[in-house]
């Protein structure tokens, strides 16, 4: 039996927004691949948006070490890419604290 996903987290509740799964994640792609010949599973996982997050293939003796390593490094990514500093919000950040210290 595949349970996809854990206890206490859904991803399919009407609350949450999109498809916030690691395995749909557009950004961040997570290539597993058996390898007989060594009997290992290879995984890699490239980010298309920031190449520099991307991870060299390592190889696990089995699949639920690999599958494991591919959710784990492709969250560790999407949480660098939100934790990275935004333009955006720091000009309408810096604009309200103006402000705020103009009506004073």
Same mark, same amino acid.
């Given at each position: 039996m595949?349970?996809?996903?854990e206890?206490g987290r !859904?991803? @399919? !509740?009407?609350? @949450?927004?999109?498809?916030?799964n690691?395995e749909?994640?557009e950004?961040? @792609?997570?290539?597993t691949?058996?390898?007989?010949y060594?009997n290992?599973?290879l995984?890699s996982v490239?980010c298309s $948006?920031?190449p520099?997050f $991307?991870?060299?293939q &390592?190889?696990?003796e089995?699949? @639920? !070490?690999?599958?494991?390593? !591919? &959710?784990?490094? $492709?969250e560790?990514? &999407?949480n660098?890419?939100l934790?990275l500093?935004n333009?955006?919000?720091?000009s309408m950040? &810096?604009?309200a604290?103006r402000?705020?210290?103009?009506s004073?």
């Amino acid at each position: 039996m595949l349970i996809r996903e854990e206890f206490g987290r !859904s991803y @399919q !509740s009407p609350d @949450q927004v999109g498809n916030n799964n690691w395995e749909n994640n557009e950004d961040v @792609q997570v290539e597993t691949i058996a390898d007989s010949y060594n009997n290992k599973w290879l995984v890699s996982v490239t980010c298309s $948006s920031y190449p520099e997050f $991307s991870l060299p293939q &390592r190889a696990f003796e089995d699949e @639920q !070490s690999a599958q494991f390593y !591919s &959710r784990e490094q $492709s969250e560790k990514i &999407r949480n660098q890419i939100l934790n990275l500093p935004n333009p955006t919000n720091e000009s309408m950040l &810096r604009e309200a604290i103006r402000k705020i210290i103009l009506s004073v």
